[in-house]
């Protein structure tokens, strides 16, 4: 009998995310572009000058994300943001803005109105092209977002280089291609579907809600942690346990840089419409709050003396590269409450909260988590999750819920 060959099962070609470039300045445009172009999960779908471009260019571009700059003529970022979120609902925009106060503050606005994330810009051209710093969180804040690393967990195939780096892609229609004195603006049609990284799904074979049974214990305190996506993942949830509040503290540590502190607490008793203010050095730990750590440093709970717990700031260096550290307040919350802790850990980047959080479990306290399909990126509530630690996952809002009726002492 003839022995034919086996066939060999073709490996499937990693996951790409595509993205598009909107900057009116065309060293940031080029630099950007270059960059994300040289590495190999990135697809560079094209680079725009305005909000306008890019909308106009958006039916056949079908970028996953979107880096968004906010001061541009014609038509700006903040102004673009509902527009492209209305044409294109499943592509994830990063604002990539100045660390000004202004900036802060647009950033801010879009992040409320469906923005993903942002990114601090260097103040100047020479910083952009210099920064270490920016280009690697610019790749990275990029790969989570896009779900490239959870994509190629799933399918179980490890990233391949690319032989060489391609140069920001040529222009193909008339429509995308249109040359100026400001730089020529290129885009690259969307190619088909299986070549291209989608969302990635939740895993068959991951931890589900419940895997550890949920205290029925009324907490006294609730700390939450939470990074990219954060802000809207936070108002969801805050919306939806309006009666907690007034009745023990809530503290929050939210990564950001330190001039978002004021600015996020500004419009989070906008939306949500509860008493919230920035936590300071010493400052008593009171029902009817919700303290927010400041960027920079990192926020804990201290017993004194006399019983009474406060608020204490240790400085940046103190844990990690995450300012404000999740694990530090989730353990100061240990310590200080014990059983008595409710921890909440939402979407973000990264494992801070895990240590914590297991210092929480170990005292009897509560943890509970967003959910994969509602978090920007599972990172943050996904370690917690994977390491067993985690009564329930769930979407913001149903956390919330759940959050309530554990203050109320009504949980099933």
């Given at each position: 009998m003839l022995a034919l060959p086996q066939r060999q099962p073709?490996?499937?070609?990693?996951?790409?995310?595509?993205?598009?470039?909107?900057?009116?300045?065309?060293?940031?445009?080029?630099?950007?572009?270059?960059?994300?172009?040289?590495?190999?999960?990135?697809?560079?779908?094209?680079?725009f000058r305005s909000g306008r471009e890019i909308i106009e260019a958006l039916?056949?571009?079908?970028?996953?994300?979107?880096?968004?700059?906010?001061?541009?003529?014609?038509?700006?970022?903040?102004?673009?943001?509902?527009?492209?979120?209305?044409?294109?609902?499943?592509?994830?925009?990063?604002?990539?803005?100045?660390?000004?106060?202004?900036?802060?503050?647009?950033?801010?606005?879009c992040l409320m109105k469906g923005a993903t994330d942002y990114l601090p810009k260097p103040s100047n051209h020479r910083e952009v092209s210099t920064s270490a710093d920016f280009r690697q969180a610019l790749i990275a804040k990029v790969l989570a977002v896009g779900g490239i690393r959870a994509a190629m967990r799933q399918q179980q195939v490890p990233p391949t280089p690319r032989p060489t780096p391609t140069p920001a892609p040529a222009s193909s229609s008339a429509l995308f291609a249109r040359t100026s004195s400001a730089g020529r603006v290129v885009a690259r049609p969307a190619p088909s579907p299986a070549s291209v990284a989608a969302p990635p799904a939740a895993h068959?074979?991951?931890?589900?809600?419940?895997?550890?049974p949920l205290e029925k214990t009324r907490p006294k305190v609730i700390v939450i942690g939470a990074?990219?996506?954060?802000?809207?993942?936070?108002?969801?949830?805050?919306?939806?346990?309006?009666?907690?509040?007034?009745?023990?503290p809530i503290v929050i540590a939210q990564h950001m840089p330190p001039i978002f502190g004021a600015i996020f607490t500004s419009h989070l008793k906008q939306h949500v419409g509860l008493p919230a203010c920035e936590a300071a050095e010493g400052k008593p730990l009171k029902a009817g709050a919700i303290y927010l750590a400041p960027g920079g440093c990192h926020t804990v709970i201290r017993r004194q003396p006399d019983g009474q717990m406060i608020l204490t700031m240790l400085p940046s260096e103190a844990r990690g590269p995450w300012r404000p550290s999740i694990d530090l307040l989730f353990t100061s919350a240990a310590d200080c409450f014990g059983a008595d802790a409710l921890a909440i850990a939402l979407t973000g980047m990264g494992r801070d909260g895990t240590s914590g959080a297991r210092d929480l479990i170990q005292r009897g306290a509560n943890v509970i988590v967003q959910d994969e399909p509602s978090s920007v990126v599972w990172g943050i509530p996904g370690s917690i999750a994977e390491a067993g630690l985690?009564?329930?996952?769930?979407?913001?809002?149903?956390?919330?819920?759940?959050?309530?009726?554990?203050?109320?002492?009504?949980?099933?």
């Open positions: 073709m490996a499937m070609a990693p996951p790409r995310v595509r993205v598009a470039v909107v900057d009116d300045s065309v060293v940031v445009r080029g630099l950007l572009s270059r960059w994300l172009s040289e590495t190999p999960a990135i697809e560079v779908a094209g680079t039916p056949m571009l079908q970028p996953r994300i979107i880096l968004l700059d906010l001061d541009m003529p014609d038509m700006d970022g903040l102004t673009a943001l509902p527009l492209i979120l209305s044409k294109s609902p499943g592509t994830r925009v990063i604002v990539v803005s100045s660390l000004s106060v202004h900036g802060a503050e647009m950033t801010m606005r068959p074979g991951r931890v589900s809600a419940g895997i550890r990074s990219t996506g954060g802000p809207q993942a936070l108002v969801s949830l805050l919306s939806h346990m309006p009666r907690v509040a007034s009745r023990i985690a009564a329930a996952q769930l979407p913001p809002e149903k956390l919330g819920e759940l959050a309530q009726s554990l203050v109320e002492g009504n949980a099933a």
